[in-house]
């Protein structure tokens, strides 16, 4: 089993549509939780840095943790075509030989068709 | 947030010679690590560059494959040696301050034929 699963879909949807992307962790030292945009043959954009649970809004992104359940969601509201793009989620622990880390998710392939 | 500037940002390389990758950050920064990008896969950890000391390595990667040097807190260095078509990857430097979120360089696309 993967420290951190996520759907790699690809998922499909209209202009407009409210986006949901899902991470799921097994390792209960993580502390850190970001996600990543990754436009092709480019280095992954960071959207969202958050420290341990709750939630929390950037314009039309907004992610929200859940570490009881272990799950980890970013929403993005009033997609865009410009949204098309690989969504990384990432995570890593708060301290020992794990410090600073990064574990990834698979990446989530999203397309938003005009 | 830092900037990274990666070079070089694509090279095509024969198999058996080696590349050294270049990573430097505009500003001091606490971490700095390597990680690498198969096509179409999620990003996996090579190792940690550490300043002035040997760099920490993850399973699987060893030091004669991938030497590093971080000869400062703003500059790194990752070799691919010996290289083979399955080193074909995007390299990716990262850095990261204690406590804060980490940011990536625009990567490297390395093909080795």
């Known amino acids: 089993q993967k420290e951190v699963e996520q759907d790699p879909g690809p998922l499909s949807v209209p202009e407009g549509a409210i986006v949901s992307l899902n991470c799921t962790y097994s390792?209960?030292?993580?502390?850190?939780f970001m996600w990543y945009r990754q436009y092709s043959r480019k280095g992954p954009e960071l959207l969202m840095y958050t420290y341990s649970s709750g939630n929390k809004e950037d314009g039309r992104f907004t992610a929200q943790v859940d570490k009881s359940s272990k799950y980890i969601s970013l929403f993005i509201r009033d997609s865009q075509p410009s949204d098309s793009a690989t969504y990384l989620c990432a995570m890593s622990a708060n301290g020992g030989t794990s410090y600073g880390k990064l574990t990834f998710g698979q990446g989530t392939i999203l397309t938003v068709h005009p | 947030s830092a900037v990274i500037s990666q070079k070089p940002s694509r090279d095509i390389c024969q198999r058996g010679t080696s590349l050294t990758i270049q990573c430097q950050v505009d500003s001091q920064v606490t971490m700095m690590f390597w990680y690498r990008q198969q096509p179409g896969q999620s990003l996996t950890l090579i190792a940690t560059?550490?300043?002035?000391?040997?760099?920490?390595?993850e399973s699987g990667f060893v030091i004669d494959k991938f030497p590093i040097s971080r000869p400062n807190l703003t500059f790194s260095t990752l070799t691919v040696s010996n290289m083979s078509p399955e080193d074909s990857s995007i390299y990716l430097c990262?850095?990261?301050?204690?406590?804060?979120?980490?940011?990536f360089g625009q990567g490297t696309r390395l093909t080795v034929v």
């Open positions: 560059a550490n300043q002035g000391s040997e760099a920490t390595y």
């Open positions: 390792n209960s030292a993580f502390q850190y």
């Open positions: 990262s850095v990261r301050a204690m406590g804060s979120e980490a940011f």
